[in-house]
C-alpha cells in the first residue's frame, strides 16, 4: 500500500467576513468486504406545530450561476439544491448504502431496543430519514436541513423542520439516535456544532453516527499524478475550504472528535470506493462507475462558489479548468479511490467511563 506523504499544516484561517457565504456537505454486496487492495481491471422532538408553515422568503431560492441554493441562513451552505442536485444527493446515499452491503447504518441496534427517536442531521432530499421512518414504524424520526426540499406526503412519524444544525439544539425528550451523512465539511467546528450536541441531546445508550469521506483521492500504484488536473482540483478544493474555515478533509479525525467528546464503544469503519470503473472486481467497478456519476453531476456546483467567490476565478475559467478535471475522474488509466469512513459511538450510562474503545476495523 502506497504511503501517504506527511500532510502539511493548512494557512492560517481566515476571517469569512470577506465572503458572500460560508462553507457548510450492484453485484452480489453478499461479498461485501474492506479490502485494502483493489485491483484495476487489465481491460479498462419538535412539536409539529406549524411545521408545514414555511415562509415565502424561505422557499424563495436565490440563483447564481445558473443553479438555486438555499434561502434560510443564506450564504451558509455553498452548494446547490436544485433537482440537478436533489438527484446527485440521492444517488451518492445509495452507493454509500451499497459500499456498506446494503446497510444504511452501522450503529447496532438491537431488535427488542429499536430506535424510538431518530434525528437526521442535514437530511437533504429525506430519503434517509423516509427509510428510517418505514423500517421503525413505532419511531418518531426527524429531519432538519437549510433547504426544504423534503417531499410533502410523507409517513405520519416522520418530519422535517428547516433549522440551521450549528445552533442551538432544545430537543424536548431526549433522542437516541442521531445520523449525519457527508456533513464533516458543512459546519465551522463539526465537534462542537454537532458531535456535542449530539451527545448533550442523547439519552444514555444512545448512539450517534457520521458516514463522511475526505475531498482527496488516493492510488496505489502511482497512477494519480501530484501535477494532475484531478489532483489540483482536491488541493483547490480543500484550500479554498480552509481559507473560510470548513476544512473538507477531515473525516478521519471523527472517531478522535467522539472519545474527547464523552462516547463510548467507538467503532470506525474505512471503505475504500474507486472513482470510476477501473477496478477489476464486478462490484467495485459497478460502484465504481456510480460513484464516477455521482462526481460528473456535482463537480461543477461543487467548484462554482468556492473558486469564484473565494479564489477569484470567473465562471468561465472554472469551467474550463473543469474540462480535463472530467477527463482525469473518467480515466480508467488513473486507479484512483477514496476513502469513506463510518463512525459512531454510544452516549455512555452514568457508571460507565468515556473514551475510545470499540474498534478501528481497517486502515484503507
Known sequence: MAIDPPHQPPPP???LDPYAFTFESIPDRRSVSNNSHLEPDSDPGYDDEGSESITDSIANFPQRFGRTYHAYQAGSYVFPNDDVECERLELQGLVMTELFG???FLAPFPPERPPTRILDVGTGTGIWALE?????PEARVYGID???????????????FVQDASERWDWREPLDFVFVRG???SFANFKEEIVRQA???LEPGGWFETQDFNCDSQSDDGTLLPDSALQRWFDDMNAASEMIQRPLSQAH???????EVGFVDIHEKCYKIPLNGWAKDPRYKALGKLWEQNWMSGLSGWSMSLFTQVLGRTPEEVEVSL???????????IHAYQRVYVVYGRKPFPHEVAGYTGDHEMTC
Open 13 to 15: 484561517p481566515r476571517p
Open 102 to 104: 446494503g446497510k444504511w
Open 132 to 136: 428510517m421512518g418505514d423500517r421503525f
Open 146 to 160: 437549510l433547504s426544504p426540499i423534503q417531499p410533502t406526503a410523507v409517513p405520519s412519524n416522520v418530519h422535517f
Open 183 to 185: 456533513g464533516i465539511g
Open 199 to 201: 451527545f448533550d441531546n
Open 253 to 259: 479525525l471523527a472517531k478522535n472528535w467522539l472519545a
Open 323 to 333: 474540462v480535463d478535471v472530467r477527463k482525469d475522474f473518467c480515466n480508467p488509466y
